[in-house]
């Protein structure tokens, strides 16, 4: 999502400078690490203030995604010494953190949210967890997850079926333990309660998980799935609009980015109402949010669909609205643009108000 942001930026006639390379993410709360990396970003911030004293100031400053394993130790200095707007993208705040190993990584980060002019949440539950933290809901604005959707067809029409044909259904996701491959187990047991119905499943994908991702899957008859291995964006877009419906449960996803694509491709999605996915799709119209994290209520859902072929259609056209009306890169980006200025014009007006 960084990438889509900085191309939003640019398309909006922003000029977008990535103005250090300092990585502050650590997996584990290491005490030892801390200290060097907060050496590495006085050092950091040095060179960055030296360059600017000698060329241009920025106008303001954007990070993304930091949380306590990533805190910006750059940002919130760089912009008070500069007298520029902060501005986050993606941050979240996890109150459980404040104590404990990960406390000191944590600190920064709640103080860079305080003095950001404009926090930008991509979920509604980190929207919702900011206002909390923060006490208010100024300075957030809800900006949700964007595709560029140029390289899709706005306007697929649906396959049609002759009467006992296979309906293609589709996945698209790495293959990594964890929540990953908890989803490709949980998707293979739901597919198991609909043997009675045509199906095929694509699987579009691959990692070091994929044994356990076919172990999964061998339970079902091998004409009902086929592994596609991993495709470049090109091949998934192609599968994505040869297919009919888009399942996967999403255990853990932040948003998604492959609903938004799913969808972009004309295909009504189902999903675990889990995280942010929420975010990314119109429950009920673009496709369906299962409550109950269950196989036999998710497959329920999927079974639905299969059976509905014009809900299917019409799921799939709103699904194609959705993208290219209200989640494209240029609606993004002239939002974006809207939301810094205002942020720009916010930030000046208070500053006047302090001299």
């Given at each position: ?7 939003a930026?640019?398309?909006?006639g922003?000029t977008v400078?990535l ?11 290491d005490?030892?690490?801390y ?20 060329g241009?100031t ?30 986050t ?13 990960w ?7 709640g103080?860079?949210?305080?003095q ?14 900011l206002?909390?933290?923060l ?12 595709l ?7 306007q697929r029409?649906?396959r049609?079926h002759?009467?006992?044909q296979?309906?293609q ?7 990594r ?7 490709y187990?949980f998707?293979a047991c739901?597919?198991g309660?609909?043997?009675h119905?045509?199906?095929h ?5 691959d990692?070091?998980a ?12 091998a ?6 291995g ?20 999403g ?27 929420a975010s990314v799709l119109?429950?009920n119209e ?5 409550q ?11 079974e639905?669909l ?15 609205a ?16 809207r939301?810094?200025?205002?942020a720009?014009q ?8 302090h001299?």
């Open positions: 999502m960084a990438r889509a942001l900085i191309e930026l640019t398309r909006a922003h400078t103005v250090s390379r300092l990585r502050s993410f650590h997996k584990v709360p005490a030892a690490a200290v060097v990396l907060d050496t590495a970003a006085r050092r950091e911030c040095q060179r960055i203030a030296d360059a600017w004293r000698e241009a920025p106008n303001l400053w954007l990070t993304y995604h930091p949380y306590y394993k990533a805190p910006d130790l750059l940002g919130p200095e760089l912009a008070q010494a500069f007298a520029i707007p902060y501005v993208a993606e941050a979240s705040y996890a109150k459980k953190r404040e104590s404990g190993d406390a000191k990584w944590q600190k920064p980060v103080l860079a949210l305080r950001a002019t404009l926090n930008l949440c991509f979920t509604r539950p980190d929207y919702l967890g206002a909390q933290f006490g208010s809901e100024q300075g957030l604005a809800y900006f949700p997850p964007f560029d959707t140029s390289a899709f067809m706005p029409q649906p049609a002759d009467a006992g296979s309906v259904l589709i996945c698209v996701a790495m293959m333990p964890g929540v990953k491959l908890e989803s187990a998707l739901a597919l309660h609909l043997m119905l045509p199906w499943l694509t699987i579009v994908g990692g070091p994929r044994p356990q991702v076919e172990a999964a899957f061998s339970a079902l008859p004409e009902t799935y086929s592994f596609r991993a495709l470049d964006s090109a091949r998934v877009r192609e599968a994505l609009h040869a297919a009919d419906l888009f399942v996967w449960p255990f853990g996803e932040a948003y998604g980015i492959a609903y938004l694509e799913a969808q972009a491709a004309g295909l009504p999605v189902v999903a675990l109402n889990e995280g942010g996915i119109k429950p673009t496709g369906i949010l299962v109950e994290k269950t196989p036999a209520a998710y497959a329920g859902a999927v639905a299969i059976k509905d072929e014009t809900g299917r259609a019409v799921m799939g056209r709103a699904a194609a959705f993208l290219h009306r209200e989640r494209s890169l240029v609606s993004a980006a002239q939002r974006l643009d939301l810094l200025h205002d720009l916010r930030y000046q007006a208070e500053a006047k108000t001299d």
